[in-house]
């Protein structure tokens, strides 16, 4: 009787299937820009007959199934014109759309592109930059950086000034996975955190996402920053150069085999070093010494796609980037010498290959293999004495990260409204945390010794699988589980990380959506610093430092009240678990002993609201954005075990950024920023304590000053907010495009808090001597000037 049943059950189900297949075929293909063939991600599909739409993938991929009878498909991404086309869908068919840029259309083509509207998408907390926006928005000294773009935006709050590290939601700078064409970018800063490592000429799309994380992504707390690199112009060969105050870049691209296969190659560098070489040696002749010295940073971009056939591409990317201060010094004096070399170098190395592949109408598939490498380096050697009697001494230290990984990612999509997403993921980690070594060299005798962190090796396994999912007309969601096995030393951490976002439709321009998202970290970053200095170490689990966790809450309203513009607003509540910090007096150096026992264990919790208002079409576009958020940290051994404010925790912060282009011959960009202060740790009281003896005070006995501490981040510096201008002037010529670009930094030249320390000021009239709170500040106002060609 069971039997029976189970053959009854079976065939009923083949019937569906096949009256499904007969009645309904698949359209699928690529949206891509008509001029250069790249894939337009997130570009919006939409079927006029029934209501079915869908989005492209990051790789420009869609597909949808309908009824088998006359469509009209409507296809359209925001800045490009809209295409529409009818036809007959008797059959499962390919069909591949070109869409133009909006740079060369009028007004009333541009007015008629759109993409997803907000209030539609599921994902929430999620938000995407156009970097032709992004290059007109002016920036410190003239580099455009999509991170210091990123902190303009509600949720985000930059660390000090001119900073390009992000604290997003009350996280910190090692909870955010950046990602450059799907690899981990461990350390994305240069010049000590004042610029990113993301070249703006050779990103094509960029896109946030800090609450309701779908399950496809994983290992970070905060948020996903899915940086994807330009492919190549297919058709003619292109490049641009520029040249500004402190760097000069240069991109190229263009076709292999024309509508076959094209390259990127992007290259920036600085030349700080090459304008000050000459006054350094110039300074140390006048001395009767020698010495050189400088800093400079550079990043290579490259990358290759090769089309095999309508269901295989290929690609291959690359990164390459490094920084590096040194100084070389050389003295004499009678028969002595003496010679001085130092040096601190860090960078990042990433190659990605992957394979693209359409098994079926409805389901894509992309297989990625990965090598991801940072580094930091700081050295100092000295040598000293007269010929033949030279005495050597060299100190060296070394940290760094090296990645091995190979992901298989799945999209299989049945129905308009059902996306199925799936996939694996092995990486192999190497960690360095830290090695110290000394060499000396003298007559007749040699001394090498090394101590600090040992190396840690570990492999990751990590599996998902996400449903995007259309119930009824208004409701639609997102449901997944990330699924994580950490395996180092003789420790396995397993991890169940469930995510679910939701969204009800309101009406036709507004919802109310929801999202729930548990993420688990296995890595931590060990700082003392506030500026994102190299020296800060990423470490892993061990056995002793258990894996970072967090829950998020989010509740949000999204709204389309006019053509042009949306809103949403936002509330979050986020619990953070196995959070690390330095114990008070501890650093990245200066001892023998591991780091595993030189920080302290504990949680944390933030929560707030955002406010968004953008603008996305017209001459004038962009954003206003507001945050009211509180952070705080809880550590048994620090603050006496009480709560205390997590440093950049901000109860304010707006930001807006506005471009206007009233012609294509000239455009504006504004940028104004304001913070409450951050929370800092100062001193109530000075006190003497111990007996300084003469050998160390250089004196007779002296009290060692102690400082006397009752809160820790007890203190609020005064409010941060700075005024930036620019100004674009564009000219077609023969052979391309020019552009002189003109901005001004903090044009009312406010001095916003870098750093607050106590100082000893005497008062003549009083004969007394006090201590004063003072402030450095860094940056006045900054004017930049930079040119850039098209060709």
Do not use: C
């Amino acid at each position: 009787m069971k039997e029976k049943k189970l053959i009854s059950l079976t065939s009923m189900l083949l019937l569906l299937i096949i009256g499904f297949s007969q009645t309904n075929s698949t359209v699928s293909g690529y949206v891509l820009d008509s001029a250069t063939g790249e894939a337009l991600i997130g570009a919006y599909v939409y079927e006029l007959n029934s209501n079915k739409a869908a989005t492209t993938n990051v790789y420009g991929f869609y597909s949808l199934t309908l009824p088998s009878d006359s469509i009209k498909l409507f296809t359209s991404y925001i800045g490009y014109s809209s295409q529409t086309v009818s036809f007959n869908l008797v059959q499962d068919i390919s069909r591949t759309f070109d869409l133009d840029s909006s740079l060369e259309l009028s007004e009333a083509v541009i007015e008629s592109s759109q993409s997803e509207p907000i209030q539609n998408r599921t994902q929430m907390s999620s938000l995407e930059l156009d970097m032709r926006k992004v290059k007109s928005l002016p920036v410190l000294l003239g580099e455009t950086d999509v991170l210091k773009t990123l902190q303009l935006l509600p949720g985000i709050q930059s660390g000090t000034e001119g900073a390009s590290g992000i604290y997003v939601r009350g996280g910190g700078p090692d909870q955010n996975l950046m990602l450059l064409d799907g690899v981990p970018i461990y350390n994305a800063s240069h010049l000590f955190g004042f610029f990113s490592v993301f070249n703006a000429d050779a990103i094509r799309d960029v896109k946030l996402i800090k609450g309701g994380f779908p399950a496809r992504y994983g290992g970070r707390l905060s948020s996903v920053i899915d940086v994807r690199m330009k492919e190549g112009n297919l058709y003619e060969t292109h490049g641009e150069a520029s040249v500004g105050i402190v760097a000069a870049k240069l991109s190229i691209e263009g076709p292999i085999k024309k509508e076959k296969s094209s390259f990127l190659f992007s290259a920036r560098r600085t030349y700080i070093d090459a304008l000050t070489r000459p006054l350094i040696n110039a300074s140390a002749k006048q001395s009767g010494e020698s010495a050189t010295g400088g800093y400079y940073f550079y990043d290579l971009n490259g990358k290759i796609n090769y089309i095999i056939s309508n269901k295989d591409r290929l690609f291959l990317s690359g990164y390459f980037g490094n920084d590096r201060a040194f100084a070389k010094y050389s003295s004499s004096f009678g028969d002595q010498t003496e010679n001085m070399k130092t040096k601190l170098e860090w960078g990042n190395a990433i190659v990605a290959a992957r394979w693209n592949h359409v098994f079926s109408p409805k389901l894509f598939s992309n297989t990625t293999l990965t090598y991801s490498k940072y580094k930091f380096l700081t050295a100092f050697d000295i040598e000293s004495g007269s010929e033949g009697m030279m005495e050597e001494i060299g100190l060296r230290y070394d940290s760094g990260i090296d990645d091995y990984s190979i992901k298989t990612d799945f999209e299989f999509i049945p129905n308009p409204d059902l996306n199925l997403k799936f996939g694996l993921s092995f990486v192999n980690h190497k960690f360095t945390p830290g090695v110290s070594r000394i060499e000396a060299e003298g007559v007749g005798e040699s001394i090498s010794l090394s101590f600090g962190s040992n190396e840690i090796r570990a492999n990751e396994l990590n599996a998902y699988t996400e449903a995007d999912w259309k119930l009824g007309d208004r409701f639609k969601v997102n449901l997944g589980v990330h699924s994580s096995n950490f395996f180092v030393e003789s420790e396995s951490y397993f991890s169940i990380q469930p995510r679910i976002s939701s969204r009800y439709l309101l009406n036709k321009k507004s919802s109310i959506k929801a999202s729930y998202a548990n993420m688990t970290q296995f890595l931590h970053l060990l700082s003392n610093s506030t500026i994102g200095l190299p020296t800060d170490l990423w470490v892993p689990v061990t056995e002793k430092i258990k894996p970072q966790t967090s829950d998020q809450l989010a509740l949000g309203y999204a709204v389309t009240p006019t053509k042009g513009y949306q809103i949403s607003v936002e509330g979050y509540y986020k619990w953070m678990n196995n959070l690390i910090e330095y114990k008070d007096g501890a650093s990245f150096q200066g001892s023998a002993e591991d780091w595993q026992d030189k920080v302290e264990v504990g949680n944390g919790w933030s929560y707030g609201a955002e406010f968004l208002l953008e603008k996305t079409k017209g001459d004038f576009t962009g954003w206003i954005g507001y945050t009211l958020s509180w952070t705080n940290r809880e550590f048994e051994n620090i603050n006496f075990g009480d709560p205390f404010p997590y440093r950049f925790d901000r109860r304010h912060d707006i930001g807006v950024a506005l471009t206007y282009e009233p012609s294509d011959r000239i455009d504006y960009g504004l940028v104004f920023v304001y913070g409450t202060g951050n929370a800092v740790t100062l001193p109530v009281a000075k006190y003497n304590g111990a007996f300084v003896p003469p050998t160390i005070s250089g004196g007779g006995f002296e009290f060692q000053e102690l400082e006397y501490i009752t809160e820790r981040n007890g203190y609020r510096t005064p409010s941060y907010h700075r005024l930036d201008l620019g100004v674009n002037f564009h000219k077609e010529v023969s052979w391309g495009k020019r552009t002189w670009s003109l901005g001004f930094y903090n044009i009312y030249s406010r001095q916003n808090p870098f750093f607050l320390f106590f100082d000893q000021e005497y008062n003549e009239s009083e004969q007394t001597s006090e201590n004063v709170l003072k402030q450095i500040s860094l940056f006045p106002i900054i004017p930049s000037i930079s040119y850039a060609v098209k060709f």
